[in-house]
């Protein structure tokens, strides 16, 4: 049996500051949403000015990245290159990039989920928050 390490929210709060301040830096209106392993929601917050819909994105983005333990930018490529039937997979819906797998220890823990702006600037948003742990 393996002992996975789990996030408290002590981490989740250090992520959500750290991806915060990427896009405030940047001048970015995001929504930032950060998930256990098992995609289930720990924290949801909407900048200043972020459209509504990313406070649906940034949650599917992150719960995608957790569920399939990798960045979801990897789902998004492979139905760009014509594999349109994992459109189908059952409840992963934030296929677009933006959605960040936080990995230790070769296990996946959670995952973080930005959107609001071009999906490869949610991508270093989240990046920025998971860097925030130091892993």
């Known amino acids: 049996m393996k002992t996975q390490s ?4 002590s981490d989740v709060k250090q992520i959500a500051a750290a991806a915060e301040a990427e896009a405030l830096k940047n001048g970015w209106a995001v ?14 917050q909407r900048l200043d000015g972020c ?6 994105v940034a949650p599917a983005k992150a ?17 760009n290159n014509g594999r349109t039937a994992f459109l189908s997979v059952p409840e992963l819906d ?8 936080i990995m230790k220890d070769g296990q996946c ?12 600037q949610d991508a270093q948003v989240a990046q920025a928050g998971i860097a925030a742990l130091g892993l």
């Open 51 to 56: 459209a509504q819909m990313s406070a649906y």
């Open 94 to 101: 934030g296929l677009m990039e933006g959605g960040v797998p």
């Open 31 to 44: 929504a930032i949403a950060i998930v256990d392993a098992g995609g289930h929601p720990l924290w949801l």
């Open 109 to 120: 823990i959670g995952a973080v989920g930005v959107s609001g702006v071009k999906s490869v």
């Open 63 to 79: 719960r995608s990245a957790a569920l399939g333990r990798r960045e979801t930018r990897n789902f998004e490529e492979m139905i």
């Open 6 to 9: 789990t996030l408290e929210l």
